[in-house]
């Protein structure tokens, strides 16, 4: 008792990457002009490597007026412009072009690009560099993505950031519905990751609203899926917009899964609920609303199950008549109607609390 082994890690590494890391440009200079090889990467990361992770733009000019590779790989596989990973980075990124860096040098391991890079981590002005130096806009990974397909799976964090960046990409041709491995496109990718502002930006360029992957999901059924998860993202809005572009709704018989899986987000429960004229409430469908959920949302859960062995309002009714008209064109075609703007919302599915 009391005794534990103590473990060293000794990290392989030069003085000239330990400058460059920390980007003392002045100690770097020293070295570099003492022959220190600019190339040396004992610990797998040369020192051009560490300057661009670290974003110092004057180590990285240093590093590169003493002849370092621009395209140097790292024992992972990845060149220095796949570590340019910060906005602090464009001015490393444009010295290593300058110098000859290959833009379209994929990693060893997963296969991309700068521009997927670039598109993970939302940094428009460095897409920008990238395409302006010959940056193919649809080139594969290993797993079949795209920089959109990459772009699309992030979390909305970024604020117009990623918007901006996908507007980018697809005025220089990108494939709107490139599919990856797993046959998933950019929509079912937005969809997944509750990032609204993404999937409307698609779908009025044109993407599929109902294409299906290899598991036959479709950018709808990625919505719900992940719905429980990211509540803080208002995933009721994906869903919304999916079905106001004509998306297919989910089988009927199969709507007591979504309330499983949903029930925490009343949102979407209610805005898909509302998407059909008349679904058959089962009083069996208490089970699947966890009670502490049924107390948090009671106001809603009390409306939805008094609907069972009952016919929807002529209200709803009307706006079911009226979306089945309209059909994909709901979302362009409701807001053209000469009547107030909180009958529009209704039309167009947006959660009121209740169901009546």
């Known amino acids: 008792a009391g005794l534990w082994s103590l473990e060293y890690k000794r990290e392989l590494t030069t003085p000239l990457c330990l400058a460059a890391r920390r980007g003392h440009a002045a100690c770097l200079r020293h070295l570099l002009r003492r022959r220190a090889d600019p190339d040396l990467a004992p610990g797998g990361h040369g020192a051009l490597h560490e300057a661009c992770l670290g974003g110092h733009t004057d180590c990285v000019e ?3 007026e003493h002849k370092a590779d621009p395209n140097l790989q790292s024992d992972e596989g990845l060149a220095p412009l796949h570590l340019c990973t910060t906005q602090d980075s464009l001015g490393c990124a444009k010295l290593l072009l300058r110098h000859g860096a290959t833009v379209n040098l994929p990693s060893d391991d997963g296969g991309e690009t ?3 890079v670039a598109a993970r981590n939302c940094l428009c002005d460095h897409a920008r560099l990238y395409l302006r130096h010959g940056a193919h806009v649809d080139a594969r ?3 079949e993505e795209t920089a959109l397909g990459v772009l699309c799976g992030q979390a909305p964090g ?3 950031g990623c918007l901006q960046l996908c507007r ?3 005025a220089h041709g990108a494939d709107i519905d490139a599919r990856d491995e797993t046959r998933r496109s950019p929509l079912h990718k937005a969809c997944g990751a509750a990032n609204a502002g993404l999937a409307r930006f698609l779908l ?3 993407a599929d609203v109902n294409a299906i992957d290899y598991d036959g999901v479709s950018p709808l059924g990625c919505a719900l899926q992940n719905a429980a998860f990211k509540r803080e993202l208002q995933p009721h809005l994906t869903v919304q917009l999916l079905l106001n572009h004509g998306s297919q709704k989910i089988w009927p018989p199969a709507f007591v899964k979504v309330l499983k899986s ?4 009343p949102e979407i429960i209610e805005v898909l609920f509302n998407s059909y004229s008349q679904i058959p409430v089962s009083e069996k469908w208490t089970e699947a609303v966890p009670e502490e959920v049924f107390q948090q949302h009671q106001l809603f859960y009390e409306s939805f199950f008094r609907l069972a062995g009952t016919v929807r309002c002529l209200q709803h009714l009307c706006r079911s008549a009226i979306r089945k008209k309209f059909g994909s064109k709901c979302h362009c075609l409701i807001p053209l109607l000469p009547v107030p703007k909180p009958l529009h919302d209704y039309l167009l599915l947006a959660p009121e609390g209740v169901v009546l």
Not at 262 to 265: D, E, G, I, K, L
């Open 262 to 265: 949903c029930a925490a987000v």
């Open 62 to 64: 240093l590093l590169l």
């Open 114 to 116: 700068a521009l997927h």
């Open 141 to 143: 990974s290993a797993r």
């Open 204 to 206: 009025r360029h044109g």
């Open 168 to 170: 980018l990409l697809a």
């Open 158 to 160: 970024a604020g117009e």
